[in-house]
């Protein structure tokens, strides 16, 4: 079955940095676009941007452009989230997603960015 698995979210101070992880298992990695959001306390869920199956091609939410990168190795089944810069505005849960006939989320990592 497919499962997506988040890893290194932490407590950050403002301006600092975290990579987050990915781990995807139960279906065929290379052949889907893969996303990640997030969702802040009171808020609804966000896009924070996707990348291609290669990996060539990735967007982002205004809010993250320049900050924020989106990469993966298909190698390794794994999809990250370089975080530079960050604000208290980025704190929130962020998910793993992709979708193969149907939406499937992983269960979240906990971002924090406050001094």
């Known amino acids: 079955q497919v499962q997506l698995v988040e890893s290194g979210g932490g407590l950050v101070n403002p301006g600092g940095s975290l990579r987050l992880s990915c781990a995807a298992s139960?279906?065929?990695?290379?052949?889907?676009?893969m996303s990640w959001y997030r969702q802040a306390p009171g808020k609804e869920r966000e896009l924070v941007g996707d990348?291609?199956?290669?990996?060539?091609?990735?967007n982002y939410t205004n809010s993250v452009k320049g900050r924020f990168t989106i990469s993966r190795d298909n190698t390794k089944n794994t999809m990250y989230l370089q975080m530079n810069s960050l604000k208290t505005d980025d704190t929130a849960v962020y998910y793993c997603?992709?979708?193969?006939?149907?939406?499937?989320w992983g269960q979240g990592t906990q971002v924090t960015v406050s001094s």
């Open positions: 990348i291609s199956p290669t990996g060539r091609l990735a």
């Open positions: 997603h992709v979708a193969i006939v149907r939406i499937y």
């Open positions: 139960g279906f065929t990695f290379g052949l889907y676009t």
